[in-house]
């Protein structure tokens, strides 16, 4: 079993929860956003700008709080690993899989981490899988089935199936963050690495862009300024950094079950923008997600109140 001793402080269950919600609402309604984005300029490029546009945002507020440093030895593992798993391998892959995905349904698929975390988190780092969380997790993963609805997709579009693999593909690279977050020792906050993280990223982002697509096939329009407004800032600066400290705050089997609430999000704003349509097994599945992270969710932070602080993590 792995240690998970950090020194790095972590903010208690409530505010964590609170920060989950925030994100929950950014991320859900990120992904009408990408959708429209990408009519505008290449998913690869788009990746790219996200994480310069992330990088200045955090220089930018770590100097003037006076907490800009390089990490150290201790956390570069961490600093790879989300770099490379979650800025590379989860925006770029989303961003394919939006070019052939609707945005409710590439959100559902992205957001499958609880297939991948919950054995691992079990096995590795101990989470105990109770009645609760099972049952839980069977709701909100039912949710995710119904708003797949396999019986309803096309197996013979290949630009369909290449689409959903990356979204799937996406999902598992989201899982192998989460897992390291949680299992990592950490010296400095998810605040001062978040900068370094993205800046893993950018070069191979940037690297294959300018092999494989046109720049000069961006369209520069306010849509195209909002969408990267929005994307750099808010959805890849604030966003990327609270996950991770929502990660280290809350069980890793919690923190997967909640993030199924990004694809809710997502189906009712892409409904709201795009006019997505809302079909009674797309509602159904919504409800059922909701029903497993209340399951989740709810139930601990009572029992929260009553326990010892020494546990912050569960």
């Known amino acids: 079993m792995i240690d ?11 505010a964590a929860r609170l920060m989950l919600l925030a994100v929950i609402i950014l991320w859900g309604t990120n992904w009408p956003i990408i959708k429209v984005g990408l009519e505008f300029m290449p998913p690869l490029w788009f990746a790219a700008a996200r994480m310069a546009l992330g990088i200045a945002s955090f220089l ?38 939006l070019l052939y995905v609707d945005a409710g349904r590439s959100a559902t698929l992205a957001y499958t981490t609880p297939l991948w975390v919950t054995p691992v988190a ?13 049952f839980g997790l069977l709701l909100g993963l039912s949710g995710v089935a119904a708003l797949f609805n396999p019986l309803g997709f096309d197996w013979g579009d ?41 800046l893993v990223a950018l070069p191979p982002l940037t690297a294959l ?46 923190t997967a079950l909640s993030f199924l609430a990004v694809p809710v999000a997502g189906v009712l704003f892409s409904a709201l923008f795009l006019g997505e349509v809302l079909t009674p097994t797309l509602i159904a599945g919504l409800a059922l997600i909701i029903g497993g992270m209340a399951l989740v969710n709810l139930p601990e932070s009572r029992a929260g109140k009553s326990r010892s602080a020494a546990d912050p993590a569960d």
């Open 4 to 14: 998970k001793t950090e020194s790095a402080p972590i903010m208690g269950p409530g």
């Open 60 to 97: 930018l507020l770590l100097a003037v709080m006076g907490k800009l440093s390089l990490p150290t030895r201790r956390d570069l593992p961490v600093v790879f690993s989300i770099g490379l798993a979650q800025m590379i391998g989860f925006v770029a892959l989303i961003n394919f899989g």
């Open 122 to 134: 079990v096995w590795l780092l101990g989470e105990v899988l109770t009645g609760r969380r099972i």
């Open 158 to 198: 290949t630009k369909a199936l290449f689409g959903n693999a990356c979204l799937l593909g996406a999902a598992l690279a989201w899982s192998i963050g989460i897992l390291h977050v949680r299992a990592h020792k950490w010296d400095s906050t998810p605040l001062q690495l978040a900068p370094w993280q993205m």
């Open 209 to 254: 862009s300018w092999f494989r697509e046109d720049w000069g096939s961006v369209v520069w329009t306010p849509e195209t300024l909002g969408v990267l407004f929005y994307n750099g800032p808010i959805a890849t600066a604030f966003c990327f950094w609270a996950s991770i400290a929502v990660t280290r705050a809350l069980p890793a089997i919690t």
